[in-house]
């Protein structure tokens, strides 16, 4: 088990960039698959970006991508997600997670451990 903490959301404009970091504690973080889920109220949990536990392999939803990129470092026990070109519609709650296992899944039930959110909020 690892316990998760995200802290870089705040309100932007569209256009900007935001830096989203997760802390973990716990001794398996190196070992496991690391994703990033976001939220808005009335809707399900939406899967954004998924990194696997050595960091070489990276999946993304098709409407971040080329605009986000996950990154790890398992020395520090850190995942990032770094947010460029936001839009309106990117606005959530962005949750860290991590899977049981070493390899990604874009299924949120699949990821056992979740830190608290952190609110991302983009002004048109």
């Known amino acids: 088990q690892v316990q998760l903490s995200e802290s870089g959301g705040g309100l932007v404009q569209a256009g900007d960039s935001l830096r989203l970091s997760c802390a973990a504690s716990g001794r398996t973080f190196s070992s496991r698959a690391m994703g990033w889920f976001r939220q808005v109220p009335g809707k399900e949990r939406q899967f954004v970006a998924a990194i696997n536990y050595k960091g070489g392999t990276k999946h993304y939803i098709d409407s971040v991508t080329g605009r986000f990129t996950i990154s790890r470092d398992n020395d520090k026990n850190t995942v990032n997600l770094q947010m460029n070109n936001l839009k309106p519609e990117d606005t959530g709650v962005y949750f860290c997670?991590?899977?049981?296992?070493?390899?990604?899944?874009?299924?949120?039930?699949?990821?056992?451990?979740w830190g608290q959110g952190t609110q991302v909020t983009v002004s048109s």
């Open positions: 997670a991590a899977r049981g296992e070493s390899f990604i899944s874009i299924n949120p039930d699949e990821f056992t451990d």
